[in-house]
Nanobody, 124 residues
Framework: QVQLVESGGGLVQAGGSLRLSCAMS????????MGWFRQAPGKDSEFVAS????????PYADSVKGRFTISRDNTKNTIYLQMNSLKPEDTAVYYC?????????????????WGQGTRVTVSS
């Protein structure tokens, strides 16, 4: 079965950086669209970024545009989320997601597989 394992979360001061990783197994990674979502305490889950199979299409949420970068390494079956200029409002559990299609998507309901999440805490 498909497994997604996130890593890289932690505690960081505002203005700092973190890089999240998500390793996938159980499916042909190079034909899988991937995404990052997050859920802050007491809030609904929200889209962060997505990437298509080629890495050429990478939509972002307005709240992270210019600060976060999503990328993928198809030789390592892994996607990354480089997060710079972090703000306290970025504090959340970040989830990696995969879909059976190769295109990216900003809609959570279009993803078929989800990781367990990694917690990011940004202190002010």
């Amino acid at each position: 079965q498909v497994q997604l394992v996130e890593s890289g979360g932690g505690l960081v001061q505002a203005g700092g950086s973190l890089r999240l990783s998500c390793a996938m197994s159980g499916r042909t990674f190079s034909s899988t669209g991937m995404g990052w979502f997050r859920q802050a305490p007491g809030k609904d889950s929200e889209f962060v970024a997505s990437i298509d199979w080629s890495g050429h299409s990478t939509p972002y949420a307005d709240s992270v545009k210019g600060r976060f970068t999503i990328s993928r390494d198809n030789t390592k079956n892994t996607i990354y989320l480089q997060m710079n200029s972090l703000k306290p409002e970025d504090t959340a559990v970040y989830y990696c997601a995969a879909r059976r299609r190769s295109a990216d998507s900003v809609e959570s309901q279009e993803y078929d597989y989800w990781g367990q999440g990694t917690r990011v805490t940004v202190s002010s």
